[in-house]
């Protein structure tokens, strides 16, 4: 079985309250499918990106 190293989810078109529920669940999903695993994360702006930053999710980065 082959697992990704990183993927990439597009949460630009939503708000900060829906961008940091999906960006929480994705991180805790995949970190317990694959704990090296990165997900790549677009987003609307920096301040919904300095929110979900705060939330110190280690497997999160910002494209």
Known sequence: KTKASEIEIDL??????EA???AVLS???YY????????????QSAGI?????GLA???????
């Open 32 to 43: 317990g499918k694959n704990p090296e695993g990165k997900i790549k994360c677009r987003l």
């Open 27 to 29: 991180s805790a999903l």
């Open 57 to 63: 999710l280690h497997n999160i980065e910002f494209v």
């Open 20 to 22: 940091s529920k999906l």
């Open 49 to 53: 990106r300095n929110f979900i930053t």
């Open 12 to 17: 630009s078109s939503l708000n900060i309250i």
